[in-house]
């Protein structure tokens, strides 16, 4: 497997975490201030703890989400980096060539 083939690979667990959207919530949540688990679960009260967990596994393995182990408590960051490299990858790309596009239609208007 290629260097590329990994970023790809990555990019799809990005994709498929973003595309729920309660795990969206969960990323707002964790947005706003790293939360402990059951913080979290509190957040989702329409949601089991055991459904949230799943959720999490989701968010984690696109590296989205850390946590880390303060005694009894599971301690929850967001981690913004996988969205600015799909930010970076398509639609900063993509911006940029509507902006371009833009800019050529004022320059025949």
């Known amino acids: 497997m290629t260097d590329r083939d ?3 690979s990555d990019d799809d667990r990005v994709f498929k975490a973003l595309a729920n959207p309660l795990r ?6 964790l947005r706003d201030a790293p939360r402990t ?3 979290l679960c509190a957040a989702l009260p329409e949601l089991d703890r055991t459904t ?5 596994k989701v ?3 696109a590296a989205l989400v850390s946590g880390r182990r ?3 408590e599971r301690h929850l960051t967001l981690s913004p980096l996988p969205i600015k490299r799909i ?7 993509y911006a940029q ?3 371009d596009l833009l800019a050529r239609l004022d320059d025949d208007a």
Do not use: N, P
Not at 24 to 29: I, N
Not at 87 to 93: F, S
């Open 6 to 8: 990994d970023k790809a």
């Open 24 to 29: 969206r919530r969960m990323l707002d949540a």
């Open 37 to 39: 688990t059951g913080e």
């Open 52 to 56: 949230v967990l799943q959720h999490l």
């Open 59 to 61: 968010l984690e393995a």
């Open 70 to 72: 303060v005694g009894r």
């Open 87 to 93: 930010h970076d990858r398509w639609i900063g790309a």
């Open 97 to 99: 060539a509507a902006v």
